[in-house]
T-cell receptor, first 110, second 114 residues
Framework: SQKIEQNSEALNIQEGKTATLTCNYT??????LQWYRQDPGRGPVFLLL?????KEKRKERLKVTFDTTLKQSLFHITASQPADSATYLC?????????FGSGTQLTVLP | DAGVIQSPRHEVTEMGQEVTLRCKPI?????LFWYRQTMMRGLELLIY????????DSGMPEDRFSAKMPNASFSTLKIQPSEPRDSAVYFC????????????FGPGTRLTVT
């Protein structure tokens, strides 16, 4: 069956460090993978989209990698700030729909 | 742009009552999605529309749930009769091209069925 796993439900890091979040999947062949941020009491907000033929995508302090052989995406936040604290969701495209992982709650400690 | 608008933001109802959730997508977006989020099951797709036509409703949990999109600027999700296990946050999202582009989510409706 199809499965999406995001590493550890919660991740705590020190301000200024790089946060690395993992999204692993099985039994999918997505053409696209997306990352979203969700703050408490709000809807998810789109961050980045990466296509299957792209190895890496960057946007300001954010970087996403997509390895279709390993069936894994890594999401990096460099020079992390307390304002980056939120839940981050990966989402895989399949049949023009998105299936979301359960999310990783990131806390950046000052 | 006002973004995706959902109403009500909070709904508390008793078991057996009918509940109607409303959504106004972003103008120009031709895809509309209804999701449900719970701690146990995460964010689940219930149904999505393309150009006001329901395309996939396989995520709708049972016949008590129904969704309509009478025009490009309005959609409803109805639960009749409601049950306590329907308690969740319901999100509406819209996009220009389904999963091919980013989805814009509304603020959600927190439903509590007692």
């Amino acid at each position: 069956s199809q499965k999406i796993e995001q590493n550890s439900e919660a991740l705590n890091i020190q301000e200024g460090k790089t946060a690395t979040l993992t999204c692993n999947y099985t039994n999918y062949s997505p053409a696209y993978l997306q990352w979203y941020r969700q703050d408490p009491g709000r809807g998810p907000v789109f961050l980045l989209l990466i296509r299957e033929n792209e190895k890496e995508k960057r946007k300001e302090r954010l970087k996403v990698t997509f390895d279709t052989t390993l069936k894994q995406s890594l999401f990096h936040i460099t020079a992390s700030q307390p304002a980056d604290s939120a839940t981050y969701l990966c989402a895989l495209e399949s049949a023009r729909q998105l299936t979301f992982g359960s999310g990783t709650q990131l806390t950046v400690l000052p | 742009d006002a973004g995706v608008i959902q109403s009500p933001r909070h709904e508390v109802t008793e078991m057996g009552q009918e509940v109607t959730l409303r959504c106004k997508p972003i103008s120009g977006h031709d895809y509309l999605f209804w999701y449900r989020q719970t701690m146990m099951r995460g964010l689940e797709l219930l149904i999505y529309f393309n150009n006001n036509v329901p395309i996939d409703d396989s995520g709708m949990p049972e016949d008590r749930f129904s969704a309509k999109m009478p025009n490009a600027s309005f959609s409803t999700l109805k639960i009749q009769p409601s049950e306590p296990r329907d308690s969740a946050v319901y999100f509406c999202a819209s996009s220009r091209a389904g999963g091919l582009y980013e989805q814009y989510f509304g603020p959600g409706t927190r439903l509590t069925v007692t």
